[in-house]
T-cell receptor, first 113, second 114 residues
Framework: DVKVTQSSRYLVKRTGEKVFLECVQD?????MFWYRQDPGLGLRLIYF???????EKGDIPEGYSVSREKKERFSLILESASTNQTSMYLC????????????FGSGTRLTVV | DQQVKQNSPSLSVQEGRISILNCDYT??????FLWYKKYPAEGPTFLIS?????DKNEDGRFTVFLNKSAKHLSLHIVPSQPGDSAVYFC?????????????FGKGTKLSVIP
């Protein structure tokens, strides 16, 4: 069964901490994405990557950075966590061609206190 | 500017009846549409899709209808079951234009009442 695995289901961090959210996929997908989901706002794209070491800003990149050193791993970094970054974070992956949609991870519920 | 709109934030339906979830889009380059289902504390899962060369696609209790002239699609669930209670996201992509990135609507929360 193909999978996108996010390292933590629930995370509590303090304001100002540097936070790493990890995502690994085993489908050899080229594309990987980070979204956050908030009530009433739907899924908002933070960053995406079409290849190793490549990254593109999404709709709400401020306060975040990403790293993709290997094809299967895409990391989201909160440089200095703030309370407005409390959210559900979702990682997804897809093939570059022959498009069949995204496969999502189970999500990380991050609370910043 | 929202290119994919789900104008109903929530919908309540009695068990056994039909659920109809609607989605409108503005980008005429969109040629592939998907519906995702999301339970709380879980990631979205793919439900059903439709290409713009079709106007209907059916998979068991789920049917998606596409009206290209109206730039409108709908998801029908018949009969609705309590386990269908979830948030449903409509998504679109412009594969013909070379973009495989999905644009999502804000979601509709479906509650199926036993």
């Amino acid at each position: 069964d193909v999978k996108v695995t996010q390292s933590s289901r629930y995370l509590v961090k303090r304001t100002g901490e540097k936070v790493f959210l990890e995502c690994v996929q085993d489908m050899d997908h080229e594309n990987m994405f980070w979204y956050r989901q908030d009530p009433g706002l739907g899924l908002r794209l933070i960053y995406f990557s079409y290849d190793v070491k490549m990254k593109e800003k999404g709709d709400i990149p401020e306060g975040y950075s990403v790293s993709r050193e290997k094809k299967e791993r895409f990391s989201l970094i909160l440089e200095s966590a703030s309370t407005n970054q409390t959210s559900m974070y979702l990682c997804a992956s897809s093939r570059r061609q022959g498009y069949y949609g995204y496969t999502f991870g189970s999500g990380t519920r991050l609370t910043v206190v | 500017d929202q290119q994919v709109k789900q104008n109903s934030p929530s919908l309540s339906v009695q068990e056994g009846r039909i659920s109809i979830l609607n989605c409108d889009y503005t980008n005429s380059m969109f040629d592939y549409f998907l519906w995702y289902k999301k339970y709380p504390a879980e990631g979205p899962t793919f439900l059903i899709s439709i290409s713009s060369i079709k106007d209907k696609n059916e998979d068991g209790r789920f049917t998606v209808f596409l009206n290209k002239s109206a730039k409108h699609l709908s998801l029908h669930i018949v009969p609705s079951q309590p386990g269908d209670s979830a948030v449903y996201f409509c998504a679109a992509s412009a594969r013909g234009a070379g973009s495989y990135q999905l644009t999502f609507g804000k979601g509709t929360k479906l509650s199926v009442i036993p």
